[in-house]
């Protein structure tokens, strides 16, 4: 489970009191990041889209909220919006967030540590309509370099004009995953995310013959923990012991500049619980998606 360290302290949840939420703006930044920081292994998205994109950006696709205690101190953060997150030991806060969440028409995704999204959830339910989907997840982290054994796929950062071969198999990957295509709700967008990535350098790739094998997406690029999703195999190369080859390199080269990789599985995949296993990963956490009711599913990866 999560390490007990001073970078990653457990804290239980706190006693319920009232408290009363803020919407954050730019100039509280360095003070969110601050609070952020105490816990990298449970806020590494939140600060990675704050240091990529500000507090207050559209790019978040939602608004940043504290809550905070009777001296002013900071004692919850949430991003609520197409994916809601958030930090707290409040019993309370985690209540005010789920209530804010109820009246964001935007609101997609809930995503956190098992404990704190299922008590997010009690408080949520109690007049909404229940989740179409829930998964759970396991956080696999890597904190150490692995010996390379043999030749090395041809692992890269993939370029714009390889744009064409990225897109498709991410979008069918959040299909399987999610059940929404994100080309038929939101093909612009998606596009110009998957574009983004790309330009930041983000993603890296196999590719050999024209042909995408291998592919993964650095989501939170951190001092303190690097973010991925999106890791592809294609079928014909599963099996061959690439996605494992593949991952051990890229996980040393991530960690020439960050202290940890980490990544989340769904809890039913064993054959890639196996393959992480085989680079070098380690469990450390159970997390957990919940996918809300909504009029129409936008796309978002």
Not at 17 to 31: A, D, I, T
Not at 161 to 188: C, I, K, W, Y
Not at 231 to 252: A, D, F, I, Q, T
């Amino acid at each position: 489970m999560l390490e007990l360290t001073k970078e990653n302290p457990r804290r239980p949840l706190a006693p319920s009191e009232s408290r009363p939420l803020q919407l954050l703006k730019g100039e509280h930044e360095v003070e969110v990041i601050d609070f952020l920081s105490a816990y990298p292994l449970l806020t590494f998205i939140m600060t990675g889209w704050i240091k990529d994109n500000g507090l207050a950006s559209p790019l978040n696709r939602g608004n940043f909220y504290a809550c905070r205690n009777r001296r002013g101190e900071l004692e919850g953060v949430a991003l609520i919006g197409h994916i809601t997150m958030f930090e707290t030991s409040s019993s309370d806060a985690i209540a005010a967030f789920a209530g804010l969440t109820q009246n964001c028409k935007s609101a997609l995704v809930v995503l956190g540590e098992k404990q704190r999204v299922s008590r997010f959830m009690s408080y949520y339910t109690q007049e909404a309509p229940p989740p179409r989907l829930v998964c759970r997840e396991l956080l696999f982290e890597q904190r150490s370099r692995q010996p390379l054994d043999g030749l090395m796929p041809s692992l890269r950062r993939a370029t714009p004009e390889e744009l064409d071969l990225v897109v498709p198999v991410h979008a069918q990957m959040f299909l399987e995953e999610t059940g929404v295509n994100p080309l038929d709700r939101d093909p612009s967008g998606f596009r110009r995310r998957c574009a983004r990535r790309i330009q930041q350098g983000r993603v890296w790739v196999c590719i050999e013959g024209g042909r995408l094998l291998f592919k993964a997406d650095v989501i939170s690029d951190l001092a303190e923990v690097n973010y991925l999703e999106g890791v592809y195999v294609s079928p014909e190369s599963r099996g061959e012991g690439l996605g494992s080859r593949c991952m051990r390199h890229l996980s040393n080269v991530l960690l020439t500049n960050t202290k940890s990789v980490c990544l989340l599985i769904k809890e039913e995949k064993s054959a890639a619980q196996a393959c992480f296993s085989k680079s070098g990963y380690k469990l450390r956490e159970y997390y957990e998606t919940v996918f809300l009711q909504q009029k129409s599913d936008e796309a978002e990866h």
